[in-house]
């Protein structure tokens, strides 16, 4: 049980383009969702934590309009990186915090590597 | 403030040998801890927590950790290594935040040797 999947798993793309990543509870209902980023052989740094229904809150110096956060169901994040440039090229891991029972676990995704030309 | 710290690095132990890979967090009550596990390319993987209650806890792979209030640690012990072991490990903190926001330490990357 709590399975966190996030796809795609790698992407590539151009600079100036968008990009989206999704972040999905498999098994539970997450009623609040994390982003974060993690540079080469660095700690996790969150971006912005996400609520069902709710805006998100995102951590100070991170850009809300470039890191735009959608958390449209309870089993459902996603993180779309806009108008991306090299300096976004990171590891983005997302995790997620179960409604009741593993109220206080974040389950974690296996990441979403973005490398941006 | 509220922080995690891991003060070691990189660790390389031998196959077979024990393990102890040190965590420190600084808050004013207790907080709830985790340890995770992170292969290379790969998310995060929960090896055991901390909320209250007996302070040895025991995880998964063969992992326990240990809650020592008086030194404000939560040290993570295993009595023999594998090698499928050798991976980052991230000490984690929720103070109690609305949220449930995590704090990490730098992480421990753990070699091993054959």
């Known amino acids: 049980g709590a399975v966190v999947s996030q796809h795609p798993s790698r992407v590539i793309c151009k600079s100036g383009t968008s990009v989206k990543i999704e972040c999905r509870s498999l098994?539970?209902?997450?009623?609040?969702m994390f982003w974060y980023r993690q540079f080469p052989k660095q700690s996790l740094m969150l971006m912005a934590t996400?609520?069902?229904?709710?805006?998100?809150?995102?951590e100070q110096g991170v850009e809300k309009d470039k890191f735009l956060i959608n958390h449209a169901s309870l089993t459902l994040s996603t993180l779309t990186v806009t108008s991306a440039h090299p300096e976004d090229s990171s590891f983005y891991i997302c995790?997620?915090?179960?409604?009741?029972?593993?109220?206080?676990?974040?389950?974690f995704g296996p990441g979403t590597r973005l490398t941006v030309l | 403030a509220q922080s995690v710290t891991q003060p070691d690095i990189h660790i390389t132990v031998s196959e077979g040998a024990s393990l102890e890979l040190r965590c420190n967090y600084s808050?004013?009550?207790?907080?709830?801890l985790f340890w995770y596990v992170q292969s290379p390319g790969q998310g995060l993987q929960l090896l055991l927590k901390?909320?209250?209650?007996?302070?040895l806890v025991q995880g998964i792979k063969g992992f326990e950790a240990e809650f020592k209030r008086s030194q404000s640690s939560f040290n993570l012990r295993k009595p023999s290594v594998h090698w499928s072991d050798a991976a980052e490990y991230f000490c984690?903190?929720?103070?109690?935040?609305?949220?449930?926001?995590?704090?990490f330490g730098k992480g421990t990357k753990l070699s091993v040797k054959p």
């Open positions: 996400s609520n069902e229904g709710s805006k998100a809150t995102y």
């Open positions: 901390y909320f209250s209650g007996d302070t």
């Open positions: 098994d539970f209902q997450a009623t609040t």
């Open positions: 808050y004013g009550a207790t907080p709830y």
């Open positions: 995790s997620a915090r179960a409604l009741a029972g593993r109220a206080d676990t974040q389950y």
């Open positions: 984690g903190m929720n103070y109690g935040g609305s949220q449930g926001n995590l704090i």
